[in-house]
């Protein structure tokens, strides 16, 4: 007769480390369904230069929120037994590794984004609205440095879900 091992370790990124976590059923479904979340954004997925926009790379992280808040909710007090159960450790990833990321980016790329409508403004005729080019803005290399930086972090968290979701890592060819 064999037997389901529930309790095993994870490394999580953001300085959060590893952990040790039970997996229950409530764990695993919730697991699973914020793995397709992540694992499906474009945020886990490389943004080559010249490829994707930078606010939406942005607006996808801060979609995170909601979608955690809400599989969360769902999951209930079942996914919140002790600080190394799911719950916990998802906040723990939205607040240590995704906000501190948003917050300086989001400003950042709003100040760039404010001075091209203000400069498109004084040449556009009423009702025209400015086109911003994120091809222009000079951070542009630093924000793509930091974005694989945190897509790094996101997608060993991504891994760490897939295991706690019980998803088999595929066989090497």
Known sequence: MGFKITDFSLNLPFGIGGVTIARTEAQRKAAWTLYVEYATRVTTQSLAPGQGSFREALSSLYRLFEVTREVLREAGPAV??????????????????????????????????????????????????????????????????????LRQGLNGYVEALAELAGIEKPKKR
């Open 80 to 149: 919140a037994d002790g600080p190394n159960s799911l719950g916990p450790l998802a906040i723990r990833v939205l607040n240590e590794g995704v906000r501190p990321f948003l917050v300086e980016w989001h400003t950042r790329l709003g100040a760039f984004e404010d001075e091209q409508r203000l400069a498109q403004r004084e040449q556009l005729a009423p009702g025209v609205e400015p086109v911003i080019d994120e091809g222009g803005w000079d951070q542009a290399g630093e924000f793509r440095a930091a974005l694989d930086e």
